[in-house]
């Protein structure tokens, strides 16, 4: 039962455009959301993150939006760089717990130079 | 900051061998976490430690996967009598516990598991 989905397995972007990930969740639970970005052969990076009280978070280049009535978060970054092509992890979980964070599937971020 | 490491980093082994994988985390962090991935997945928890105590278990842990964290500090995964449905990434992550906004989890490398 995939609690948290994202649909789109691939996203290409012409460098210096923004790129828009999506991420949908099912629990209404869910209070606390994470953006991770992975490269090959290494660990997730934590990104950014935002929690339920706030609709939007930013840090720099990237803008994580989220909107609870639809149980959808996104991220933008702008201006996209090659340097942002990686695999996207959306993750999300309460935040009274902080213990277990359900991933989805991952969105593959190519930005064309 | 040393960051999380685990070892190894690969380990191929034969169906029904038993393996260990060891992380290490960041050093003042409280929480541990073991996640498995597999092809074309988002990381999956596994179990999940706050000091020597392991508070969570997934059920995706079967009877054969055992997690320890001795005195709070490096971590253990073992996998007995192997099947090639282990063939996976098993990835570590640490985390300071405490005040609000701090649930950000911090992932070693992962060891990449094939059991044939």
């Known amino acids: ?113 | 900051d040393t960051g999380v490491s685990q070892d190894p980093r690969h380990k191929i082994t034969k169906r029904g061998q038993n393996v260990t994988f060891r992380c290490d985390p960041i050093s003042e962090h409280n929480r541990l976490y073991w996640y498995r991935q597999t092809l074309g997945q988002g990381p999956e928890f596994l179990t999940y430690f706050q000091n020597e105590a392991q508070l969570e278990k997934s059920r995706l842990l079967s009877d054969r996967f055992s997690a320890e964290r001795p005195k709070g500090s490096f971590s253990t995964l073992e996998i007995q009598r192997t099947e090639q449905g282990d063939s996976a990434m098993y990835l570590c992550a640490s985390s300071p516990f405490g005040h609000r906004g701090t649930y950000e989890q911090y992932f070693g490398p992962g060891t990449r598991l094939t059991v044939t």
Not at chain 1, 16 to 21: K, T
């Open chain 1, 1 to 113: 039962d995939q609690q948290v989905k994202q649909n789109s397995p691939s996203l290409s972007v012409q460098e210096g455009r923004i790129s828009i990930l999506n991420c949908d969740y099912t629990n209404s639970m869910f209070d606390y959301f994470l953006w991770y970005k992975k490269y090959p052969a290494e660990g997730p990076t934590f990104l950014i993150s935002i929690s339920s009280i706030k609709d939007k978070n930013e840090d720099g280049r990237f803008t994580v939006f989220l909107n609870k009535s639809a149980k959808h978060l996104s991220l933008h970054i702008v201006p996209s760089q090659p340097g942002d092509s990686a695999v996207y992890f959306c993750a999300a979980g309460q935040e009274n717990t902080g213990n277990q964070f359900y991933f989805g599937t991952g969105t593959s971020l190519t930005v064309i130079p």
